[in-house]
C-alpha cells in the first residue's frame, strides 16, 4: 500500500511504470547535461470527486490512467532540467493545474541510468546498478499548489571490498555454526533515502543526489568494519554531518556474501554467489 505524507486517504489511484527517455540527439544536452534523461514514473491522485466511481460506477469526474500515461510522456518534451526533483514538481505541478478537480497528487520518478560510451558524443550503454529517486507530493491549498513532501533516494548498490570486512564475537549458542571472520570479503547491496528540513531544499539539479553516490562508494571503500551496521552507521553520519538540508537518512543493507569455495590464506580466494538467505540490516537517523 502506498502512503501519503499528508495523511490517510480513503482512496487514490494512477498510473505506474510510465517510461519517457527525453534525447538530445546532437549529443550536446543544455547546460552539462547528459544528453539521455531517463525515467520510470508513477502518478497517484486522489481526491473527492473520483470517490462516485468507487461508490457508484460513475466515471463522470475520472481522469483514466491511460491519459496520465500520455500526459507523463508528451509533457516530458517540455520538461528542461536534469534532475529526477525538479522532474516530479514539472510534473506534479502543471497536473494538478490541468485537472482542478485534483486535490493532491503523488509522484514518483526513478532514473533508467545510461553512461557515455568513451571516444564518442552519442553512443551509450546502460549504466548502474544503481538507480537514483525522488518521490514529491503536491497539494492545492487555498489555489496553490504545494509541496507537502520531497524524499530522495538511491537504490540497488552492489559493493564489494576485497578485505578489511570482520565480523567476530557475536552470540554464541546451540544454533550458532558461523564461525569468527578477522578479514573477509564482503559482498553488500545498499538501499537508502533521505527528507529534507524543508521540502524546497530538494531542488539542487541534482547535486546532492551526486554527493550521496559519491560518498557511499568513498565509505566504502576507505572503511575497515567489525560488521555491515557499523558500516552503514558510519554513512548515515557522514551524510547527515556533510548535508545540512538533510532531516533524516534511513538505510537498508543486505548481507550478500559469497560463498567460499577455496582460499589460500588472505590472498587468494575462489568464491559463489552466496545461498538464498541472506541479511538485512536497517538504520535511521535524524538530526
Same mark, same amino acid.
Given at each position: 500500500?502506498?502512503?501519503?505524507?499528508?495523511?490517510?486517504?480513503?482512496?487514490?489511484?494512477?498510473?505506474?511504470?510510465?517510461?519517457?527517455?527525453?534525447?538530445?540527439?546532437?549529443?550536446?544536452?543544455?547546460?552539462?547535461?547528459?544528453?539521455?534523461?531517463?525515467?520510470?514514473?508513477?502518478?497517484?491522485?486522489?481526491?473527492?470527486?473520483?470517490?462516485?466511481t468507487y461508490?457508484?460506477?460513475?466515471?463522470?469526474?475520472?481522469?483514466?490512467?491511460?491519459?496520465?500515461?500520455?500526459?507523463?510522456?508528451?509533457?516530458?518534451?517540455?520538461?528542461?532540467?536534469?534532475?529526477? *526533483?525538479?522532474?516530479?514538481?514539472?510534473?506534479?505541478?502543471?497536473?494538478?493545474?490541468? /485537472?482542478?478537480?485534483?486535490?493532491?497528487?503523488?509522484?514518483s520518478a *526513478?532514473?533508467?541510468?545510461?553512461?557515455?560510451?568513451?571516444?564518442?558524443?552519442?553512443?551509450?550503454?546502460?549504466?548502474?546498478?544503481?538507480?537514483?529517486?525522488?518521490?514529491?507530493?503536491?497539494?492545492?491549498?487555498?489555489?496553490?499548489?504545494?509541496?507537502? *513532501?520531497?524524499?530522495?533516494?538511491?537504490?540497488?548498490?552492489?559493493?564489494?571490498?576485497?578485505?578489511?570486512?570482520?565480523?567476530?564475537?557475536?552470540?554464541?549458542?546451540?544454533?550458532?555454526?558461523?564461525?569468527?571472520?578477522?578479514?573477509?570479503?564482503?559482498?553488500?547491496?545498499?538501499?537508502?533515502?533521505?527528507?529534507?528540513?524543508h521540502a524546497?531544499?530538494?531542488?539542487?539539479?541534482?547535486?546532492?543526489?551526486?554527493?550521496?553516490?559519491?560518498?557511499?562508494?568513498?565509505?566504502?571503500?576507505?572503511? *575497515?568494519?567489525?560488521?555491515?551496521?557499523?558500516?552503514? /552507521?558510519?554513512?548515515?553520519?557522514?551524510?547527515?554531518?556533510?548535508?545540512?538540508?538533510?532531516?533524516?537518512?534511513?538505510?537498508?543493507?543486505?548481507?550478500?556474501?559469497?560463498?567460499?569455495?577455496?582460499?589460500?590464506?588472505?590472498?587468494?580466494?575462489?568464491?559463489?554467489?552466496?545461498?538464498?538467505?541472506?541479511?538485512?540490516?536497517?538504520?535511521?537517523?535524524?538530526?
Open positions: 500500500m502506498n502512503r501519503f505524507a499528508s495523511g490517510w486517504k480513503q482512496s487514490y489511484y494512477g498510473k505506474g511504470d510510465v517510461i519517457a527517455y527525453r534525447l538530445y540527439r546532437d549529443g550536446s544536452g543544455p547546460n552539462d547535461q547528459s544528453p539521455v534523461f531517463g525515467a520510470n514514473v508513477k502518478l497517484l491522485i486522489y481526491g473527492n470527486a473520483f470517490w462516485p461508490a457508484s460506477g460513475d466515471n463522470t469526474n475520472l481522469i483514466a490512467t491511460d491519459s496520465m500515461k500520455n500526459f507523463i510522456q508528451r509533457e516530458t518534451m517540455n520538461f528542461t532540467g536534469g534532475d529526477l *526533483e525538479s522532474y516530479c514538481k514539472f510534473l506534479g505541478e502543471k497536473f494538478l493545474n490541468t /485537472y482542478p478537480r485534483v486535490e493532491g497528487a503523488q509522484i *526513478e532514473e533508467i541510468p545510461w553512461s557515455g560510451v568513451a571516444g564518442s558524443d552519442v553512443a551509450f550503454a546502460p549504466a548502474g546498478p544503481e538507480r537514483a529517486f525522488a518521490r514529491l507530493e503536491m497539494s492545492r491549498s487555498t489555489g496553490v499548489v504545494e509541496t507537502v *513532501e520531497a524524499v530522495s533516494g538511491i537504490t540497488g548498490f552492489k559493493l564489494l571490498r576485497l578485505n578489511g570486512s570482520a565480523f567476530a564475537g557475536f552470540v554464541r549458542d546451540q544454533y550458532t555454526t558461523l564461525p569468527d571472520i578477522r578479514n573477509r570479503p564482503l559482498h553488500m547491496w545498499l538501499d537508502l533515502d533521505w527528507t529534507y528540513a524546497d531544499d530538494s531542488f539542487t539539479d541534482g547535486a546532492i543526489t551526486a554527493h550521496v553516490r559519491k560518498r557511499v562508494k568513498e565509505l566504502y571503500a576507505g572503511f *575497515e568494519s567489525g560488521s555491515i551496521q557499523q558500516i552503514i /552507521y558510519q554513512m548515515g553520519t557522514a551524510l547527515l554531518a556533510e548535508l545540512s538540508v538533510i532531516a533524516q537518512v534511513n538505510l537498508e543493507a543486505y548481507n550478500r556474501t559469497w560463498d567460499t569455495i577455496a582460499e589460500h590464506g588472505d590472498a587468494i580466494g575462489v568464491y559463489t554467489d552466496a545461498r538464498p538467505p541472506y541479511g538485512c540490516l536497517g538504520l535511521s537517523l535524524r538530526r
